[in-house]
C-alpha cells in the first residue's frame, strides 16, 4: 500500500511541478536469446491449458465428494491436493516460459477456464479409475511436447532440439507424472478389493485411511 500511494505521489510531483508525463518509452532488448521454436513454444503453451483443465476437473471432483449427500472427505481431499498440483504445474510451465523470454503475447489464452466434462461419479473407484485415465492423457501429451521441442524447426528451417526444456520436462513433470499413475493405481486395486470384502462399508473405511484416521 505504501509503495502504491508513494508512486501515485510521484505522478503528482511529474505531472504539476515539472509539467511532463512520468512514461517510460518502450526499449528495443536484442531478441537473440530468445531461441524457443514456434512449434515446440505452442506446444507448451497446449499444456499449460491442459494442466488448467485437469486442476478444474480435480477441483469438481472433490466439490461431488464434499456435497453432503456423498460425504467422503478422505476422497474430496485426496482431488482438491490433486487440483492444487496441477495448477502448480501450470504455473511452473508459465514461468518457464517467462525465463525463456516468450511469454509476451496473448497471456490471457493460457489460462481459459473451461467447464469440467464430468460432475458426478458413482463411487471412489470410479473416480480414481477416471483420475487415473486423465493422469494418463497428461503423460502422454507431455511426451509429445518432447517430441515435438526435440525435432522442430526453428525459423530458419533448421532443426531445433531444445535440450533444456526437454530435460526440465522428462526429469521434473515426467517422474511425478509415473509416481502419481502408481499411487492411483494402487489406490483403486486396494478400495476394489475392500469393497469386495466389505461393499460400501469398504469405501467409507478407505476415505477414513485417506484422512490418515485410523477405525
Known sequence: MKIYLAIVVLLAVCSSAFGTQCNVNPVNIPKQWITMSHGCRS??????????????????????????????????????????????????????????GELTTNVTSLITIRPPERKHWASGVEALEDALKMETEVTKAIKNVIIKCESDRDGQGHENNDYH????????FLEEQYKGQRDLAGKASTLKKMMERHSSLGEFIFDKKLLGMDI
Not at 526444456?165 to 521434473?172: E, K, P, Q, R, S
Open 43 to 100: 506446444s507448451v503453451r497446449q499444456q499449460i491449458q491442459m494442466e488448467v483443465s485437469a486442476s478444474i476437473q480435480y477441483l469438481a471432483m472433490g466439490a461431488h465428494f464434499s456435497r453432503d449427500s456423498v460425504n467422503r472427505p478422505g476422497f474430496a481431499k485426496l482431488f482438491f491436493d490433486a487440483s492444487s498440483e496441477e495448477r502448480e504445474h501450470a504455473m511452473k510451465l508459465i514461468e518457464y516460459l517467462l525465463m525463456r
Open 165 to 172: 526444456l526437454v530435460d526440465y520436462l522428462t526429469g521434473d
